[in-house]
Nanobody, 117 residues
Framework: QVHLVESGGGEVQAGGSLRLSCAAS????????MSWYRQAPGKERELVAS????????NYADAVKGRFTISRNNTANTLYLQMNNLKPEDTAVYYC??????????WGQGTQVTVSP
C-alpha cells in the first residue's frame, strides 16, 4: 500500500524556518520524480519545487527561489523541503507528490504551514 506522509509543518513567525519531510513507502521511491505543492485558502494548488529521481533537475516557483531548498534521500525514501525566511504569504497546506511516466501519481495528505506577521 502506497503512503506519502508529510511532517514538519507548524506555525512560525515571519523570517523563521521550517523543514518539511515526506516519508514514502509502498512504491519505488527512487524511480519517481518528486515535488512539493501548496494550497492556500481560496486558492488553487500550486507547484512549489520539484526534483528528479537522481536529485538533479531541480526547479522552484519564482515566489520561493532563494528561500526554499528541495532535496531527497533515496536510501531513506524521504523527500525534504527546507524553508527559510518564511513570509505570511507562504501560509498553506503543503503536499508532496510522486510522479513517474506511465504510472499513477501519488499524493500525501498534506501538512499545514502557518506564518504569522
Amino acid at each position: 500500500q502506497v503512503h506519502l506522509v508529510e511532517s514538519g509543518g507548524g506555525e512560525v513567525q515571519a523570517g523563521g524556518s521550517l523543514r518539511l519531510s515526506c516519508a514514502a513507502s509502498g512504491f519505488p521511491f527512487s524511480s519517481y520524480a518528486m515535488s512539493w505543492y501548496r494550497q492556500a485558502p481560496g486558492k488553487e494548488r500550486e507547484l512549489v519545487a520539484s526534483i528528479a529521481t537522481y536529485g538533479g533537475n531541480i526547479n522552484y516557483a519564482d515566489a520561493v527561489k532563494g528561500r526554499f531548498t528541495i532535496s531527497r534521500n533515496n536510501t531513506a525514501n524521504t523527500l525534504y523541503l527546507q524553508m527559510n525566511n518564511l513570509k505570511p504569504e507562504d501560509t498553506a497546506v503543503y503536499y508532496c507528490k510522486g510522479t513517474r511516466w506511465s504510472s499513477p501519481e501519488y499524493w500525501g495528505q498534506g501538512t499545514q504551514v502557518t506564518v504569522s506577521p
